[in-house]
């Protein structure tokens, strides 16, 4: 990512991401069938050639494993096939086929079955023209490419407003579109496409709004007692949009892209916060707060801390981390059900012409 703004997409690293992305993985089974029926319905490959899958925006590969093992169980045809994740090169690549060795129901157990990487993003170019035969992306192309204009006294972008709301709409408009017209090259003739995105409801809502709220205001406490610097906050924001059902599918009213693919079907969908779900069941409340805390630094304190001041060492960074997690744990635990989520999410079929 780049601009002047001290941003990062990257999740936190050496599995602590795959630990705690429950949530993630409840929103990517909404897509699980859309998925395996895409793989049953792709037309085998040219002789000589394997099936490629590509998992765009793999993360440490957790809610990966099960699609891919599906969808390989689905497909109509035998033979080789490339699984490739790709992801930015900051990713944690390692962490990935650890688990992919490791994991009892990893896909690497079917046989002839290979898995692959790429270190860019996939607003890129990632591979040749034709050659993919199945794509999946799950709850990665909200991720902005780049945040060039500060969002005023908060971190998450469905609070800007004015100017500021929309050039960052503007930017998640380029980005989805590079990535369809990128993925509209590489995907073979009958290649299908399926992505799980994160959304906002018609009024730009996401579901998330009370956690992002405290973990806001935790941070401005922080800012108060001296912990974090006010430029500091300033610069922090967490890269994303969450688009509406109408801006996932507006690249579709072009004809140039009609004329290489075809959105088959797109829903806007919801699911409840699994972590609120166990509380709720159990009454366990530190146990939620820790599932909390911990989830909201796997996927968006590394975007936080990349604006933290060139001088502060790791003995500062941690301090920072621990007093941040503390005072959003302490919001959480006032508030258990403000602070529960509630993400949209909208599923897409895209099949290549």
Request: net charge negative; proline share 4%.
């Given at each position: 990512?780049?601009?002047?703004?001290?941003v990062?997409?990257?999740?936190?690293?050496?599995g602590?991401?795959?630990?705690?992305?429950?949530?993630?993985?409840?929103?990517?089974?909404?897509?699980l069938?859309?998925?395996?029926?895409?793989?049953?319905?792709?037309?085998?490959?040219a002789?000589?050639?394997?099936?490629?899958?590509?998992?765009?925006?793999?993360?440490?590969g957790?809610n990966?494993?099960?699609?891919?093992?599906?969808?390989?169980?689905?497909?109509?045809?035998?033979?080789?096939?490339?699984?490739?994740?790709?992801?930015?090169?900051?990713?944690?690549f390692?962490?990935l086929?650890?688990?992919?060795?490791?994991?009892?129901?990893?896909?690497l157990?079917?046989?002839?079955?290979?898995?692959?990487?790429?270190?860019?993003?996939?607003?890129?170019?990632?591979f040749?023209?034709?050659?993919?035969?199945?794509g999946w992306?799950?709850?990665?192309?909200?991720?902005?490419?780049?945040v060039?204009?500060?969002?005023?006294?908060h971190?998450?972008?469905?609070?800007?407003?004015?100017?500021?709301r929309?050039?960052?709409?503007?930017?998640?408009?380029?980005?989805?579109?590079?990535?369809?017209?990128h993925?509209?090259?590489?995907?073979?003739?009958?290649?299908?496409?399926?992505?799980?995105?994160?959304?906002?409801?018609?009024?730009?809502?996401?579901?998330?709004?009370?956690?992002?709220?405290?973990?806001?205001?935790?941070?401005?406490?922080?800012?108060?007692?001296?912990?974090?610097?006010?430029?500091?906050?300033?610069?922090?924001?967490?890269?994303?949009?969450?688009?509406?059902?109408?801006?996932?599918?507006?690249?579709?009213?072009?004809?140039?892209?009609?004329?290489?693919?075809?959105?088959?079907?797109?829903?806007?969908?919801?699911?409840?916060?699994?972590?609120?779900?166990?509380?709720?069941?159990?009454?366990?409340?530190?146990?939620?707060?820790?599932?909390?805390?911990?989830?909201?630094?796997?996927?968006?304190?590394?975007?936080?801390?990349?604006?933290?001041?060139?001088?502060?060492?790791?003995?500062?960074?941690?301090?920072?981390?621990?007093?941040?997690?503390?005072?959003?744990?302490?919001r959480?635990a006032?508030?258990?059900?403000?602070?529960?989520?509630?993400?949209?999410?909208?599923?897409?079929?895209?099949?290549?012409?």
């Amino acid at each position: 990512m780049a601009g002047d703004r001290a941003v990062s997409g990257r999740m936190e690293g050496r599995g602590f991401y795959t630990a705690h992305s429950a949530a993630q993985h409840v929103f990517g089974e909404q897509a699980l069938d859309w998925f395996e029926q895409a793989a049953a319905e792709v037309a085998p490959a040219a002789d000589g050639l394997p099936f490629v899958i590509a998992d765009f925006g793999a993360a440490g590969g957790g809610n990966s494993l099960e699609p891919i093992r599906r969808a390989l169980t689905a497909r109509a045809e035998s033979g080789p096939v490339m699984v490739v994740h790709t992801d930015i090169p900051g990713n944690d690549f390692s962490a990935l086929f650890e688990l992919l060795q490791s994991a009892p129901r990893s896909y690497l157990r079917v046989p002839d079955v290979f898995a692959y990487a790429a270190g860019r993003s996939f607003y890129e170019r990632l591979f040749p023209d034709g050659y993919l035969s199945l794509g999946w992306s799950s709850i990665a192309v909200h991720w902005l490419s780049r945040v060039d204009a500060a969002i005023p006294d908060h971190i998450y972008t469905p609070f800007a407003t004015g100017a500021v709301r929309l050039t960052l709409q503007q930017q998640s408009a380029q980005d989805w579109r590079q990535f369809l017209q990128h993925r509209a090259a590489e995907l073979r003739t009958s290649g299908r496409l399926i992505v799980l995105g994160g959304a906002n409801d018609d009024d730009g809502t996401s579901g998330a709004e009370g956690v992002m709220n405290a973990a806001n205001d935790g941070l401005r406490a922080l800012v108060e007692a001296g912990v974090v610097r006010a430029a500091e906050y300033q610069r922090m924001t967490i890269p994303t949009w969450n688009r509406t059902l109408a801006e996932f599918v507006a690249p579709f009213d072009d004809p140039r892209l009609r004329a290489r693919m075809d959105l088959r079907r797109a829903e806007l969908r919801s699911a409840a916060d699994p972590y609120f779900l166990a509380y709720q069941r159990d009454g366990e409340l530190d146990s939620y707060v820790d599932a909390v805390v911990r989830s909201f630094r796997a996927a968006f304190g590394e975007s936080l801390w990349a604006a933290l001041d060139s001088d502060r060492d790791a003995t500062a960074r941690d301090r920072i981390r621990a007093a941040f997690d503390a005072e959003l744990g302490g919001r959480v635990a006032a508030d258990p059900e403000g602070c529960a989520t509630a993400w949209r999410v909208v599923v897409l079929d895209i099949a290549a012409r």
